[in-house]
């Protein structure tokens, strides 16, 4: 037990580092260019997500993600009596994450966002983004589950771009993110109705796993 909640706290809070520290980095060398800053933030959290899960899925299963953890819990793939610690150490080291990547930046530690991202468009946007994370795990682990590493890597920075939220899809990486007024931040009026619209998109996720993906499913050849 104890191994496994460091792992999830860990890994959790080394992919919050890299979310909030490269959208400082990219904001700081961009210079004004919205664009380019996105990228530089996308590419260093699509490729750390696959590296951390890589290394931490045989400790912990390497979820980061309590709407994850929840998905696999109603699935029968994960124990409930873990559900409540392994979201409680994703939020911990989340939050650890963004103050971390403040320090290494010589920024205030103690900050709350100012960024707004609220409205209809954000909400469908993490829904459809938790949906499709949701959708990648559980489809690649029924069918290729060496792959989850780089498959939810690069998810997640596609989503980045083709979503009006740029991706949350995590409720462990919004709160840590309401934490930090950098490019990452967003503000914490706006994190309750981001939360549920990523419960949504996971339950969601979810449902369409069992019927795309249920072990009675056959292949459809040609």
Same mark, same amino acid.
């Given at each position: 037990?104890?191994?496994?909640? #460091?792992?999830?706290?860990?890994? !959790? ?30 590419? /260093? !959290?699509? +490729?750390?997500? =696959? ?10 299963? =390497?979820?980061?993600?309590? $709407?994850?953890?929840? #998905?696999? +819990? ?10 409540? /610690?392994? @979201? $409680? ?6 939050? +650890?994450?963004?103050?971390? &990547? ?10 709350? %966002?100012? @960024? ?8 469908? +946007? ?9 959708? @990648?795990?559980?489809?690649?682990? &029924? ?13 997640? =920075?596609? $989503? ?6 740029? %991706? ?5 990486? !919004? ?6 007024? @950098? ?13 549920? &619209? ?9 449902? $369409? ?5 249920? /072990? ?7």
């Amino acid at each position: 037990m104890a191994r496994r909640l #460091c792992g999830e706290g860990l890994g !959790t809070m080394l992919l919050l580092a890299a979310i909030v520290g490269s959208g400082i980095m990219a904001e700081r060398l961009a210079g004004g260019n919205d664009a380019l800053a996105l990228l530089g933030n996308t590419l /260093p !959290t699509g +490729a750390m997500l =696959a590296v951390l899960i890589l290394i931490f899925a045989p400790v912990s299963g =390497a979820h980061f993600n309590p $709407a994850v953890s929840l #998905c696999l +819990a109603l699935r029968g793939d994960f124990p409930w009596r873990l559900l409540i /610690p392994y @979201t $409680a150490v994703q939020i911990a080291g989340a939050i +650890a994450g963004a103050w971390i &990547a403040h320090l290494m930046f010589e920024l205030p530690v103690l900050q709350l %966002s100012v @960024t707004a991202r609220t409205g209809s468009g954000q909400w469908i +946007a993490e829904a459809v983004a938790t949906f499709g994370l949701v959708l @990648t795990i559980l489809g690649a682990s &029924a069918r290729r589950p060496d792959a989850v590493p780089f498959l939810v890597g690069l998810y997640i =920075a596609a $989503a980045y771009w083709f979503t009006a939220s740029t %991706s949350f899809a995590n409720p462990a990486v !919004t709160v840590a993110r309401m934490l930090s007024d @950098t490019f990452a931040g967003i503000r914490p009026i706006d994190a309750p109705a981001f939360i549920a &619209a990523q419960l949504l998109g996971a339950l969601a996720g979810l449902a $369409a796993s069992r019927l795309l993906f249920s /072990p009675d499913a056959k292949p459809v050849a040609g």
